[in-house]
């Protein structure tokens, strides 16, 4: 089942076309994508990626799709993989202050810090002791994967050549053509002199490429 299909199930489900439901259908599907997600650590759903870490600096920027994490290893000189014990924050802040380079060593523990100032979305992860080299990190976690709401159209352009002589009236859920998705449709208006006075959005569609026309 595609998001299309899926779409077209919940409104028929619901018996409904009210266009405030419909436009939150994929608002519904997205909520419904998280809880699961948040619900069910699926074992496909892993990956793998690599960083590092800096001298004196006790922070590491998380993936933008970060979950939860599995596992955190620190890779010293000798490529061996130390992997980080999960502890709170305050434990890091208290067994293992910042207090200049001579407390500064390879890393035994890590906590989810929580979002960077600069951006609410961008999570970071403290570590105890504080590093004392640019050591290799290797992080492997459960992530969010792709929304099958993607691809979505948001808004139509305001500007379409009105035509003449065509038959007055609303003309609902006509399909727009190219891109590269599909299921998109529109409402048109024709006004009395048969020009389109019109054209409303009516399904965004999905799997559409920034770009499309």
Known sequence: MNYETLFNNIQTYAQTNEPTFVANIPFFVEQAE?????????????????GSLSSGNQYLTLPFDWLSTYSVAVIDSNNNYNYLINKDVNFIREAYPNNGSTS????????IFGSSTLNVNELTAIVG???DSAYGVELHYFYYPVSIVQGVISTLSASFTAGTLYSPGLYQNIPLIGGSGSGATCDILVNGSGNVSTVTLENGGSFYQAGDV
Request: hydrophobic fraction near 30%.
């Open 104 to 111: 500064w060593t390879l890393p035994k523990y890590y906590a």
């Open 129 to 131: 002791p504080t590093p």
């Open 34 to 50: 998280t809880r699961i997600y948040n619900s069910v650590q699926i074992p496909s759903l892993r990956k793998n990626v690599t």
